[in-house]
């Protein structure tokens, strides 16, 4: 991802006519090319009004939006709105053209030819998950609320903008829908890297959409512009915690891999010593369970004291089964999950062959969270320092 | 559209054989009468058996004994015919102007720059109508002499309301969404006006243009009084022989042509509604 601003706002301000108090006072912002920058607030907040200044749906009363460095205030509004992607909320799916036609919208205005128009609006239709052969010639009435939004975004990818604004685009989808279309829109950008500027007023939405989250406060102003993972590490003021609400912490381990944690020494035996030697090795650490594994190192069961002092060698029905084993690449959010249920407190990691590579304990989810809450504020006091 | 009957689901055996047989839901007479659109298609053969029994009658008529004037009164080549076909010619020719009129002037008024002029252009159009139409005919009359084409103006004023109005709602009943979404994918204004929001008005203007016609035809009998001719002279003469054999030929012959062009209006309807809404 190239840091470069693809749409940068500069000192941005919109006074609706008839009222004294801007929705949107002097707003500076850089979006980088290829990235999802989540604007996020209170309803009422200015976030629409943000994101209609960018296409020009509203002109600005002040300051300037460039697009790739071109000053946009002064071209003409219906030509630049063809090359930006727009959903909004309510669809607004034309009734009265079949689906085939109203993602053609934006490639008729631009005189494409008849066959390259067709084309598009099929592979766009696979794009969305909808089967050309099926979807093509129905109406819009004849769609589901999923499968209407879905032809929503595939219109607006008509004809492929780099520049995508989506104001609340899942936000009148029934919860478990909506997930999925999260889902697939995330998988659908890793490929095709829009620059998307992205409104909801749910931060858990922003904190899944983005790759960078804006928190704004009345008047569209910005009250902290950073990654979900620093964002929730360290919220720089009360409104911001606020807003976040409770269970930021436990939603910023979705945001490490296991992979990033050093996971010390644990006692270990094979299943071919004997418990004597289990026992000595569970004296010298200082753990309550230890892990007997395999010939392969493959862990099998977990042993406490007492189950060694009467185990038969055999390691068969004694002690508990290891029933999970994650990955590096799972987060910790997931390991949180499996020792909840465990009854060691503690999860095992496995490589790709199922062989123990570290075992992760309460302990080191907490170190985690301190270390990435100290890089987010050291991260703050270094900005403040250069500022 | 005939798979919706065949199609629907019983009720289960067991809930069946507890409640005794089952019930078959029966699909209520006046869905299936607008499902099936009868009144679309039985209406040309009520018109057609109107045109029957009138022609029986006419035919009935002792016109060789009756007096000179109900003799000529009835005369269908040179009286009842060229009536009629006066009458539709203006009828026709007011409704087409009302459209040419009207239509364009609701799109203004629902355009930003002009709305807030539209409750007082409604206002005036109103008052076109809440006029006595033997005013405005006398009126039109006395400013553009006693003619047809008289008239057919004043007919126009009288049947402006229904096309403004039903234009202007049409227009406005447009989901604000859809407009939205048309502009912000940069469509001109003239472009979402055309090929959207006409489109999806249409079935609402087609209503008034429908009643604009039908009114218009009602009121074309009244244009004898200020010369136009049409069916009502052929009714103001059996009144005035007081005849009613020359009183009933005329109505009927009234009634046919609305009868017909109301039937004409709902065809258009029914096809040039956009499919999808
Ligand atoms: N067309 C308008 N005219 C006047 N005020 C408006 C208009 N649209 C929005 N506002 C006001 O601007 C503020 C921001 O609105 P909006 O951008 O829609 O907020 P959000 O999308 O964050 O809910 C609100 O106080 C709203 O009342
Ligand atoms: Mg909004």
New binding site residues.
Partial sequence: MSSEAKIRLDRVEKK????SVP?VEELSLDVHEGEILVLV??????????LRLINRMIEPTGGKIYLDDEDVTTVDPDKLRRRIGYVIQQIGLFPHQTIAQNIATVPRMLKWDKARIAARADELLHLAGLDPEIYRDRYPKELSGGQAQRVGVARALGADPEIMLM?EPFGAIDPITRERLQNEFLRLQAELKKTIVF?T?DIDEAIKMGDRIAI?GER?VIRQLDTPERILAFPVDQFVDDFIGAGSTIKGLNFEQLSGLRLGGYPTIRSDQSPQAGLEALNESNKTWLLVVDEQNRPMRWMREGDLQQSTGSYQDEGSEVRIRLNAEDTLFDSLEQMLQSESGSCCVVDRHGALTGVVEMAHLRRAIRRAQVEARRHYEDLEDNA | MTDQITHREMPTGTEGSEAGPPVVPREGFFAMWRRLQLGLWLAPLGILALVGVLYMYYQNLDLANAVRQTRSALQWETKLWPQMLQHVQIAFVATVVVVIVAVPLGIILTRPAFRRVGPYVVAVANSGQALPAYGLLVLFGAAMGMNRTAAMWAFVVYALLPVLRNTMVGLDQVDRSVIEAGRGMGMTRMLVLTRIELPLAVPVILAGVRVAMVLNIGMATLAFLIGGGALGVTIYSGIELNQNSVLIVGAVLVAIVALTFDWLGAVAERYLRPRGI
């Avoid at chain 1, 609706?16 to 009222?19: D, E, K």
């Avoid at chain 1, 209170?42 to 976030?47: A, D, E, R, T, V």
């Fill in positions: 609706y006519h008839g009222t929705a607030g209170p309803s009422g907040c200015g976030k629409s009004t943000t104001d409104v007023h704004l569209s």
